[in-house]
C-alpha cells in the first residue's frame, strides 16, 4: 500500500514555507547575513540577484481585509497591488533590504512606487523598463541591455562583482527547479493526478519565497516519494485554473475539496502556477542574452501578450497545449478584480474555450473571496459538466 | 474686475478639420484611399509615408465623441459588456470596441452611420496595458485586421540612451514595410520626413499656446483648449494642423497683448488632473458661471499632445517649456533613418505624457511646478474610474501637494462610461472646496 498524498512530508514543508515566509527569510538572513529583495513580478530576473548572493522573495498578500493602502492608491486598482502594499505598510516586510520591479502592469508600478517610497527598511530599489512587446524581435538584445544596467546596479549595491561562474550557477539552480516542478505538473496528465492545484500553488509559491537550493532538495525527494503515493480522491472534473495570482487558499479547498461534485485542477495557468517556471534559461555564451531570451520568450503575462504584426496571444497557443495534453475538460477563469490586462483577454479567451469545447466559468477574486456564493456557483458549473457526462 | 472677452476667431477652424477628419475616414475607400486607425499616441507620422489619401482614426478621441453623446455610449458599453467586457476597463476602449460591435460610426456631430468603417490596418502604441490589446481585441471584432503594436516601454525621457531609443526606431522600421504588404503601396519617405517636421511643428506649438495661458487674465479656458488640443490627436502629422496652431498661436498672443480673456470674471484660478468626464462638461461652466473660476488646464490638456522639455537632465527638476522642433534644435531630416529617428527620440523624450509612467515622482514634480508656473490657486482632481493610466499616483500626488500647501479636491467619475458620474455629489464637492477656500459665489457678491 503507498501513502496518501497529505501524509507525504514534503508537502508538509511546502506549505509550512508558504505559511511562514517571513520567518523563513529571517532564518536565512541570520544565517547567511545576504541580503533579500523584494520582488513584484515574475518577470524579475532573479538569477542575477541569487548570483549577487540576495536572496529575491516575491512580495505577496495575505488575504486579509485591509484599508492601510487605500490613501496611496485607487480603489479601482487590484486587489493584489492593495494587499502587497498592505504587507509593506504593516511592517510585515520589515527584513527586506531592497525591492524591484521588472516593469509589468500599471497597478504593480503603483504599488511598487508607494511601497519603496513608504516602507521604511528599503535601502535600496530598482525599477527596470522590463520590454512589454515580448511578440516583437527586438525585445530580446533590447532587454539584454536593460539586464546589463540590473547587473551594474546589484553589483554597485552589494558590492559583489557577478562572474559569469556565479552566474552559470545561479541559472543551473533555477533551471532545476523549474525542471523538477514541471516534472510534478507532467504527473497531472495523467487518469489519477497525483496532487491537487492546492498542492501545486503551495509547491510553486513556497519556490518564490525560499532559497531555490533548498526548495530542490525538498523537490527532488517530493518527485521521489510520488511515486509511491496511492491516489485516494475521485479526480472528477479536470479543470484548468486561470488567471494572474491565485494564491489564495480558501478558493482552491473549495473547487476541490468542498463541494459535492469532485473536481481536480489538473494546471494552474497563472503567475503562482505554471506561468512562473515552465521555460527554462537555455545555455549561451552571453549569459544575460541567455537571462534575456528566457524572460522575454516564456509564457507571457497578458500584459505583455499582444500582436506586433501577427495577430496571435503566445499564451492562448500555449493554453490550447495544455487543453489537449491534460486533457481539460472545464476551464476556471479565476479573475483577479480590476486586472485590466486579463480581463483584456477574456473576451477572446471564452472564443477560445469554446472553439474546444472547454466549459468555463468565470469569478472575480477580491483580497477574501465570496466563498458561499462561489460554492453555489462552482457546483452549478461542475453538475452541468456532469449532466453532459450523463446525456451524451 | 471685469476682463474684456471675445470668441476666438479660429474656433470654426478647429472646429470644420475635426468634423471633416471624422467624414474622410468614413469616405475614404470612396476615393481610393486608404484607412487605418490606432491609438492617438500612435506614431502618425509613419502611415503618412504610404500617400496623401491615409486617413486615420484614433481612438482615444473617438470614444470621448462617444462619451460626449450619452446615449450612444450607453449602447456601445452596454453591447460590448454583453461579450463579456469588463466595466472596469478603459472607458474609451470600451465606447470604440461597442461601436464596432454595434456596426455603427458616430460622426463629430453626433450623428450615427452604418457600417462602421473597417480599417486596413490597425497601427498603435504600448504604454499602459491597453493601447496593444484594445486594437488586438477589435482587430478580432472585425475578423482579423492586421495589426502592429509599437512597445515604447523604455522608460522617461531624461533616462533615454541609444539603445532604448533604438529599440523603438527598430520596431517603427519593421513598421514600413509590414504596411507596404498589407496595402500594396510603395512607400515614399519624403511624405514621411514632411509628417515628422509637421509634427513636432504642431506638438511644440500647443505647448507655446499653452505657456500663454500663464497671463492674467487667462486667455483660454481649458473646456474650449479640449476642442483645440485633439487635433494634436487625430492627425498631428497633417501639415494642416501645424498652420491651424500657428494661427491660434498668433491669435491668443493677441488677445494676451490686449488683455483679453477667456471669462469675465477671473477670481480664481486652477488647474484640473486627469481626462474629464466628457458627459459632464458642464462642471466647468459651473465653476465658471457661479465662482469666476478658470481652469487653466491640466497635464492632460497640455501633455498629451504638447511637446514639453519635461525633466531635467538630473530628474530633479520639471520643466514645462516648450520642445524645439527640428528647425529650432538645428537638425535636418534627409533620410528615413533619421525621420524615423527624429519621431522617436521627439515623442519619447517630449512627449509630456509618456513621462510619468515610470514614476510617480515625476508625476509629483510635474504637477507642482505647473501649478507654481501658472500662478494657480488649487487644483481639482478627477479621479477617474475610467483609465487606469492617467489615474495611476494620483493619490500620492494628491498627498504631496497638500503637504506643500496646496489646496486639492477630489471627485469620483468616470472619462468615458457617463453611468459612472454623480453629477450632485459633485456640485457638492466642488461648493464645499470653495467654500472652505472662502471663494464666494459671483451671485452673492
Given at each position: 500500500m503507498g501513502k496518501k498524498v497529505e501524509e507525504v512530508p514534503q508537502l508538509k514543508q511546502f506549505r509550512e514555507w508558504f505559511d511562514k515566509r517571513h520567518e523563513y527569510a529571517k532564518e536565512w538572513k541570520r544565517e547567511n547575513g545576504g541580503k533579500i529583495v523584494g520582488y513584484y513580478c515574475t518577470y524579475c530576473p532573479e538569477e542575477i540577484l541569487y548570483a549577487a548572493g540576495v536572496l529575491p522573495v516575491r512580495i505577496l498578500g495575505s488575504h486579509e481585509p485591509e484599508s492601510i493602502t487605500r490613501p496611496y492608491l485607487h480603489d479601482m486598482y487590484c486587489p493584489f497591488c492593495h494587499d502587497t502594499l498592505a504587507q509593506g505598510l504593516q511592517g510585515r516586510y520589515d527584513y527586506l533590504d531592497g525591492v524591484t520591479l521588472a516593469q509589468s502592469c500599471l497597478h504593480m508600478r503603483q504599488s511598487y512606487f508607494s511601497f519603496v517610497d513608504r516602507v521604511p527598511n528599503i535601502q535600496w530599489s530598482y525599477y527596470m523598463h522590463f520590454p512589454h512587446g515580448v511578440n516583437n524581435p527586438h525585445a530580446t538584445p533590447y532587454l539584454r541591455w536593460e539586464l546589463e544596467k540590473f547587473k551594474s546596479a546589484v553589483e554597485e549595491w552589494t558590492g559583489v562583482t557577478i562572474t559569469n561562474k556565479e552566474l552559470d550557477k545561479a541559472i543551473e539552480i533555477y533551471n532545476k527547479n523549474r525542471q523538477l516542478m514541471k516534472k510534478v505538473f507532467e504527473l497531472r496528465r495523467g487518469e489519477k493526478p497525483p496532487i491537487t492545484g492546492l498542492h501545486a500553488m503551495e509547491m510553486v509559491v513556497s519556490s518564490q519565497v525560499v532559497d531555490k537550493k533548498d526548495h530542490n532538495e525538498i523537490l527532488e525527494s517530493f518527485l521521489e516519494d510520488l511515486k509511491d503515493v496511492e491516489v485516494d480522491r475521485e479526480t472528477g472534473t479536470r479543470l484548468i485554473l486561470i488567471g494572474s495570482e491565485d494564491d489564495d487558499r480558501s478558493f482552491l479547498e473549495l473547487v476541490e475539496y468542498g463541494i459535492n461534485y469532485p473536481a481536480t485542477f489538473v494546471y494552474e495557468e497563472c503567475c503562482t502556477g505554471a506561468r512562473y517556471f515552465w521555460d527554462e534559461v537555455r545555455p549561451n555564451e552571453d549569459r544575460l542574452m541567455a537571462l534575456a531570451e528566457r524572460y522575454v520568450k516564456r509564457i507571457p503575462c497578458p500584459a505583455k501578450d499582444w500582436a506586433a504584426g501577427e495577430l496571435i496571444r503566445r499564451r492562448f497557443q500555449h493554453i490550447e497545449k495544455v487543453i489537449k495534453d491534460y486533457n481539460v475538460q472545464g476551464a476556471i477563469i479565476a479573475q483577479m478584480k480590476f486586472c485590466d490586462p486579463h480581463e483584456l483577454d477574456i473576451p477572446s479567451l471564452r472564443v477560445l474555450f469554446d472553439k474546444n469545447n472547454v466549459k468555463h466559468l468565470t469569478l472575480e477574486l477580491d483580497i477574501t473571496q465570496p466563498i458561499g456564493q462561489f460554492r453555489t456557483r462552482v457546483e452549478a458549473f461542475l453538475e452541468a459538466l456532469g449532466e453532459e457526462d450523463l446525456f451524451f | 474686475?471685469?476682463?474684456?472677452?471675445?470668441?476666438?476667431?479660429?474656433?470654426?477652424?478647429?472646429?470644420?478639420?475635426?468634423?471633416?477628419?471624422?467624414?474622410?475616414?468614413?469616405?475614404?475607400?470612396?476615393?481610393?484611399?486608404?484607412?487605418?486607425?490606432?491609438?492617438?499616441?500612435?506614431?502618425?507620422?509613419?502611415?503618412?509615408?504610404?500617400?496623401?489619401?491615409?486617413?486615420?482614426?484614433t481612438g482615444e478621441p473617438?470614444?470621448?465623441?462617444?462619451?460626449?453623446?450619452?446615449?450612444?455610449?450607453?449602447?456601445?458599453?452596454?453591447?460590448?459588456?454583453?461579450?463579456?467586457?469588463?466595466?472596469d476597463l478603459c472607458g474609451y476602449m470600451r465606447n470604440y470596441w461597442g461601436s464596432i460591435a454595434q456596426n455603427k460610426y458616430l460622426l463629430a456631430d453626433g450623428s450615427i452611420v452604418e457600417p462602421f468603417p473597417r480599417p486596413d490596418f490597425n497601427f498603435t502604441i504600448h504604454i499602459c496595458?491597453?493601447?496593444?490589446?484594445?486594437?488586438?481585441?477589435?482587430?478580432?471584432?472585425?475578423?482579423?485586421?492586421?495589426?502592429?503594436?509599437?512597445?515604447?516601454?523604455?522608460?522617461?525621457?531624461?533616462?533615454?540612451?541609444?539603445?532604448?531609443?533604438?529599440?523603438?526606431?527598430?520596431?517603427l522600421n519593421d513598421a514600413i514595410p509590414w504596411m507596404e504588404k498589407i496595402t500594396g503601396r510603395e512607400y515614399d519617405d519624403e511624405l514621411l520626413i514632411k509628417a515628422v517636421y509637421a509634427e513636432a511643428d504642431a506638438m511644440s506649438t500647443w505647448a507655446k499656446i499653452c505657456k500663454l495661458n500663464q497671463a492674467r487674465p487667462a486667455p483660454l479656458e481649458e473646456k474650449s483648449m479640449f476642442s483645440l488640443y485633439v487635433l494634436n490627436l487625430i492627425n498631428r502629422s497633417d501639415p494642416e494642423v501645424a498652420k491651424l496652431y500657428h494661427k491660434l498661436y498668433d491669435e491668443v498672443e493677441s488677445r494676451v497683448k490686449r488683455g483679453i480673456g477667456a471669462l469675465t470674471h477671473e477670481q480664481f484660478r486652477f488647474f484640473t488632473d486627469n481626462p474629464p468626464p466628457w458627459a459632464f462638461l458642464k462642471v466647468y461652466r459651473y465653476l465658471e458661471k457661479e465662482y469666476a473660476a478658470i481652469s487653466l488646464g491640466a497635464?492632460?490638456?497640455?501633455?498629451?499632445?504638447?511637446?514639453?522639455?519635461?525633466?531635467?537632465?538630473?530628474?530633479?527638476?520639471w520643466i514645462w517649456e516648450p520642445a524645439p522642433t527640428p528647425e529650432e534644435a538645428g537638425v535636418e531630416i534627409t533620410n528615413r533613418e533619421e525621420a524615423l529617428r527624429w519621431t522617436a527620440e521627439y515623442n519619447l523624450r517630449y512627449r509630456a505624457s509618456w513621462q510619468h509612467e515610470y514614476s510617480h515622482w515625476i508625476r509629483k514634480l510635474e504637477t507642482y511646478q505647473m501649478i507654481k508656473d501658472w500662478n494657480a490657486d488649487a487644483i481639482i482632481m478627477h479621479i477617474n474610474r475610467g483609465c487606469e493610466l492617467w489615474n495611476m499616483s494620483t493619490l500620492e500626488v494628491r498627498d504631496y501637494l497638500v503637504k506643500k500647501g496646496i489646496p486639492v479636491a477630489t471627485y469620483e467619475g468616470n472619462m468615458a462610461d457617463p453611468r459612472d458620474f454623480d453629477e450632485a455629489r459633485t456640485f457638492n464637492v466642488i461648493d464645499s472646496f470653495m467654500q472652505s477656500l472662502g471663494i464666494e459665489r459671483i451671485s452673492e457678491k
Open positions: - | 474686475m471685469e476682463v474684456k472677452v471675445r470668441p476666438l476667431e479660429c474656433w470654426n477652424d478647429f472646429k470644420k478639420y475635426r468634423e471633416r477628419y471624422y467624414k474622410n475616414y468614413l469616405e475614404a475607400k470612396d476615393k481610393g484611399g486608404i484607412r487605418w486607425a490606432g491609438s492617438a499616441w500612435a506614431f502618425d507620422a509613419i502611415p503618412h509615408g504610404l500617400g496623401e489619401d491615409v486617413y486615420p482614426l473617438y470614444g470621448a465623441t462617444c462619451a460626449f453623446f450619452h446615449e450612444f455610449s450607453r449602447q456601445c458599453l452596454e453591447t460590448i459588456e454583453r461579450k463579456g467586457a469588463a466595466r496595458c491597453s493601447h496593444a490589446k484594445w486594437y488586438h481585441y477589435a482587430a478580432e471584432l472585425e475578423n482579423g485586421v492586421p495589426t502592429y503594436a509599437v512597445d515604447i516601454s523604455v522608460g522617461p525621457g531624461y533616462l533615454l540612451d541609444d539603445k532604448k531609443i533604438n529599440y523603438v526606431v527598430k520596431q497635464i492632460y490638456t497640455f501633455g498629451l499632445g504638447g511637446g514639453w522639455i519635461g525633466m531635467d537632465e538630473k530628474g530633479e527638476k
